[in-house]
């Protein structure tokens, strides 16, 4: 029989950290990198649904780094000395790509001059969905920064980024 998923150890609504320690399920922690997690899930819908490789490719791309920042999240500041020495962490490197991104949409979108209704295809709108998920996301990171709780000013930089880029990913995605 092959190994349950469920370990109960949630049943008392706390959940673990990376490299331990416990906090609630409603945690800010957890409601930042809950965001994240649903971003990353909406963002697989979009991927499912575009036609275009060019969007597939850079919503994996984003996909993949979206969960250094939910590892990130997950870790406790006092052992981010253990983050940095397993996995990746965001970098500046990261932050200049998705400008990079963004600038080369900005040269092949013309945004109209009044707010965009999301919705133009099942593509563009998961982006837009994912896109909103991500900006919870930055405000409960924003509220760890403010706590003194998280310890890497590029995560805020980059998830401010990252939401740009998917504003103009789902612009790229419906355009003519």
């Known amino acids: 029989m092959a190994k349950p998923i469920y370990t109960k150890y949630g049943d008392q609504g706390q959940t673990g ?10 945690n800010e922690r957890t409601e930042a990198y809950g965001a994240i997690d649903e971003t990353v899930s909406a963002l697989g819908l979009a991927k499912a649904l575009s036609p275009l490789e060019y969007v597939r490719t850079h919503i994996d791309r984003l996909q993949r780094e979206l969960f250094t920042v939910g590892a990130e999240l997950a870790t406790d500041p006092l052992e981010r000395e253990k ?11 990261m932050t200049a790509a998705l400008e990079h991104a963004i600038d080369g949409l900005t040269a092949e979108v013309k945004l109209p001059p009044e707010f965009i209704i999301p919705g133009g295809s099942p593509a563009s709108a998961a ?3 994912a896109r909103t998920a991500l ?42």
Request: net charge positive.
């Open 17 to 26: 950290l990376l490299y331990g320690g416990r906090v609630s399920k409603a």
């Open 83 to 93: 983050l940095i020495k397993h996995f990746t962490v965001i970098t500046p490197e």
């Open 127 to 129: 982006i837009d969905v």
């Open 135 to 176: 900006r919870r996301a930055e405000r409960r990171a924003v509220a760890l920064s403010d706590a003194s709780l998280l310890d890497s000013p590029e995560l805020l930089r980059y998830l401010n980024r990252a939401s740009d880029f998917l504003f103009m990913l789902a612009r790229y995605q419906d355009k003519p």
